[in-house]
C-alpha cells in the first residue's frame, strides 16, 4: 500500500472509529438499552485492535518512507486521539450507568399535586 492510500485509509478510519462511538454512546443515552453497553465494549475491542494493528502498519511505513515520513506520523497522530475519546465515551457510559430513569404516567384526567416514594409516603 502506498504511503498516501495508507494515509488516506488512517483518516477514514479514525473518523468511522470515532463517529461509531459516538453513535453507541448516543443511542444508549436515548434508549437506556443496556445492549448498546455490551456492543459498546465489543465494538471498542473490535475497532481498538484494528486502530492498533493499522498504526503499527503506518509507523512502520514511515520509517521505510522518508520522504513521507511526517504525513506518516501525523495520520498516527489522528488515530492515536481516538484512545482519549474512547476513554472520554467510557467514562460517559458509566456516569449513564449511575443515572435511573423513572416515568410516571397518568392515566386519569386528575393533576397529580403530591409524589412520593413508598418509603416516603405521609399518611394525612
Known sequence: MTSQLLKKFGYKTA???FIGGAIIIWLYYLTANYNFILGGL?????????NLILLI???TKAFKSKPRETELFYTSGILLL???AA???LWFGGLLLNT???TITNPTTQDISK???AR???VN
Open 15 to 17: 473518523l468511522i472509529s
Open 42 to 50: 465489543l465494538y471498542i475491542i473490535v475497532v481498538g485492535m484494528f
Open 57 to 59: 502498519i503506518i509507523i
Open 82 to 84: 481516538n484512545i482519549p
Open 87 to 89: 476513554l472520554l465515551m
Open 100 to 102: 435511573m430513569r423513572i
Open 115 to 117: 409524589v412520593y416514594f
Open 120 to 122: 416516603d409516603k405521609r
